[in-house]
Nanobody, 125 residues
């Protein structure tokens, strides 16, 4: 069993920065890949970024590439999402999730299990 808890969301002006955290409990954090997703009102959940179990591989959605950085600290069983140059279109609830299956990332949220409760990010213009 894995429990994930996101934190770090909030209200920020366009151009600002936020750092999200995803704290994991349960065994084996260093053995599984993870990802960040987001969901805006009235829209489907969309992939944001993914990171391999060691942290050596990362993958980003085109919409956040160059602005967001995903990382993890396996000793602290925590994953992060550093978000810079935020835009109003980044406003959403952000979720972290544990990747299932053999490949280390997927854009499909159905290939992730054990989701956190989400943290709200609001970017004002």
């Amino acid at each position: 069993q894995v429990q994930l808890v996101e934190s770090g969301g909030g209200l920020v002006q366009a151009g600002g920065s936020l750092r999200l955290s995803c704290a994991a409990s349960g065994r084996g954090f260093s053995t599984y890949a993870m990802g960040w997703f987001r969901q805006a009102p009235g829209k489907e959940r969309e992939f944001v970024a993914a990171i391999s179990s060691s942290g050596g591989l990362t993958y980003y959605a085109d919409s956040v590439k160059g602005r967001f950085t995903i990382s993890r600290d396996n000793a602290k069983t925590t994953m992060y999402l550093q978000m810079n140059s935020l835009k109003p279109e980044d406003t959403a609830i952000y979720y972290c999730a544990k990747k299932s299956g053999s490949w280390w990332y997927s854009l499909n949220p159905n290939e992730y299990v054990y989701w956190g409760q989400g943290t709200q990010v609001t970017v004002s213009s």
